[in-house]
T-cell receptor
């Protein structure tokens, strides 16, 4: 089993739609969780951290479920500019801390 | 000003050659990283340095040798390049490694093509 798993997509949604991505992780000792966004042929950039209590940033909501070992990202009122690959990142500790990236979920928002 | 910069942006070379990629960050961060993103877009850590000391060394062929002359720079030298080394290499930095919550800032990537 991969350490961090995501549905690769693509998710094709119309503008204005709500879309949700899930990500599962295998190491129950994982400590920090993030969503990064990567545009085509660009570097990953932090979208938001994921807190135990859940957090919201504008149209984006992130949730963490430690019992089931998954995190989610909800995007409301999708914009064309939201089209990108969304990377789930889990910070694990096995001797030292390191980021473990999922393979990403590709989102296409259609006009 | 670019926070994390890498040179070159594109690198096309023949099998067997030796090449280097340079990375610099002007964020004052203590920790720097090299990642490899392959054709399937999977981003995997290769190395991590904290204050010029090697912290993470994943299972990477020893043809890859990172060098950190100071905490603002982390260069990657690759000997005897192979076809499978073709990928995008990203440099990143974060304030600290110990906390585990620091944001990582990525450079623009170096697209390496080995012919």
């Amino acid at each position: 089993r991969k350490e961090v798993e995501q549905d690769p997509g693509p998710f094709n949604v119309p503008e204005g739609a709500t879309v949700a991505f899930n990500c599962t992780y295998s190491n129950s000792a994982s400590q920090s969780f993030f969503w990064y966004r990567q545009d085509c042929r660009k570097e990953p950039k932090l979208l938001m951290s994921v807190y135990s209590s859940g957090n919201e940033d504008g149209r984006f909501t992130a949730q963490l479920n430690r019992a089931s070992q998954y995190i989610s990202l909800l995007i409301r009122d999708s914009k064309l500019s939201d089209s990108a690959t969304y990377l789930c990142v889990v910070m694990g500790h096995s001797g030292t801390y390191k980021y473990i990236f999922g393979t990403g979920t590709r989102l296409k928002v259609l006009a | 000003d670019t926070a994390v910069s890498q040179t070159p942006k594109y690198l096309v070379t023949q099998m067997g050659n030796d090449k280097s990629i340079k990375c610099e960050q002007n964020l004052g961060h203590d920790t720097m990283y090299w990642y490899k993103q392959d054709s399937k877009k999977f981003l995997k850590i290769m190395f991590s340095y904290n204050n010029k000391e090697l912290i993470i060394n994943e299972t990477v062929p020893n043809r890859f040798s990172p060098k950190s002359p100071d905490k603002a720079h982390l260069n990657l030298h690759i000997n005897s390049l192979e076809l499978g080394d073709s990928a995008v290499y990203f440099c990143a930095s974060s304030q600290d490694l110990a906390g585990g919550t620091d944001t990582q800032y990525f450079g623009p990537g170096t697209r390496l093509t080995v012919l």
